[in-house]
């Protein structure tokens, strides 16, 4: 069974900081691809940043230049680091994961449970 969960959400200012983390855990034989994913009230969840196992990443416009996207592949763990943050960017982020196990070494997906951002002063 594998397991994704996030934390390090919370409230904060406009203009301030958050780190997520969400870290894989149980029969793990490779993470592939790595996604954070955000759904504000009333909205459909949309695609916010993506890596790669290599490294290589890709963002929402609306977040580009503002949030960095990483990974640690020894930790099983990947990051999203939030600055210059928005009203607009309140919403619950979830963690995906293409998680490849003993069982299916090519990968399924998985959900973390989701953490809440809320930017207001």
């Known amino acids: 069974q594998v397991q994704l969960v996030e934390s390090g959400g919370g409230l904060v200012q406009p203009g301030g900081s958050l780190r997520l983390s969400c870290v894989a855990s149980?029969?793990?034989?490779?993470?592939?691809?790595m996604d954070w994913y955000r759904q504000a009230p009333g909205k459909e969840r949309e695609l916010v940043a993506v890596?790669?196992?290599?490294?290589?990443?890709n963002y929402a416009d609306s977040v580009k230049g503002r949030f960095t996207i990483s990974r640690d592949n020894a930790k099983n763990t990947m990051y999203l680091q939030m600055n210059s943050l928005k009203p607009e960017d309140t919403a619950d982020y979830y963690c995906?994961?293409?998680?490849?196990?003993?069982?299916?070494?090519?990968?399924?997906?998985?959900w973390g449970q989701g953490t809440q951002v809320t930017v207001s002063s």
């Open positions: 890596i790669t196992r290599g490294g290589n990443t």
């Open positions: 149980g029969s793990i034989f490779r993470i592939y691809d």
């Open positions: 995906n994961a293409n998680i490849g196990t003993v069982r299916l070494p090519t990968g399924h997906e998985y």
